[in-house]
T-cell receptor, first 114, second 111 residues
């Protein structure tokens, strides 16, 4: 069975702090995709990143970075020097190749306090 | 922006009335999805479609039906709305890179 766990329900940080959002996944497949989405208070769901199971390179995009480790089945998301605009719910998700469905984690609500 | 629109964006209805939500996409994607989002439950899949007239159930399909007569439109129908169907409904497409993109959402209140 496939499952995505985001153990942190809510996180609160002060602006400019770094914060890491944890994501642990379960799958028996050797080929799969992992995703992160952001849902700001306005409500839309914004795609942030896709990573396939063959690519364990960490990725950095501005203040965002992602650490994918197959050995621990984790795909963690770090925001460096957090800003108030980063306040949102962040979802981690999993899909196997050519599978119809995407499995979403329960989400982590991040509050960045000025 | 994957060219996804949802209508209506907000709706208030009464228990027992039928409701249809529309999802429209402009980029000819094969896969389309309907989710509902509720506090404490995250995103839950209601139904999805893998082509015209090809649909399947998700994890919370009871009380919902869907139709897809054209590639660009995926309709979600609540045959007889109940208060438990008060939710935010999101439509999504999946592109060729296996990535889902979401519409803006529809807020439905069933009184």
């Amino acid at each position: 069975a496939q499952k995505v766990t985001q153990a942190q329900t809510e996180i609160s940080v002060v602006e400019k702090e770094d914060v890491t959002l944890d994501c642990v996944y379960e799958t028996r497949d050797t080929t799969y995709y992992l995703f992160w989405y952001k849902q700001p208070p306005s409500g839309e769901l914004v795609f942030l990143i896709r990573r396939n199971s063959f690519d364990e390179q960490n990725e950095i995009s501005g203040r965002y970075s992602w650490n994918f480790q197959k050995s621990t089945s984790s795909f963690n998301f770090t925001i460096t020097a957090s800003q108030v605009v980063d306040s949102a719910v962040y979802f981690c998700a999993l899909s196997k190749t050519s599978y119809d469905k995407v499995i979403f984690g329960p989400g982590t609500s991040l509050s960045v306090i000025p | 922006d994957a060219g996804i629109t949802q209508s209506p964006r907000h709706k208030v209805t009464e228990t027992g009335t039928p409701v249809t939500l529309r999802c429209h996409q402009t980029e000819n994607h094969r896969y389309m999805y309907w989710y509902r989002q509720d506090p404490g439950h995250g995103l839950r899949l209601i139904h999805y479609s893998y082509g015209v007239k090809d649909t399947d159930k998700g994890e919370v399909s009871d009380g919902y039906s869907v139709s897809r007569s054209k590639t660009e439109d995926f309709l979600l129908t609540l045959e007889s709305a109940t208060s438990s169907q008060t939710s935010v409904y999101f439509c999504a497409i999946k592109n060729s890179q296996e990535t889902q993109y979401f519409g803006p959402g529809t807020r439905l209140l069933v009184l």
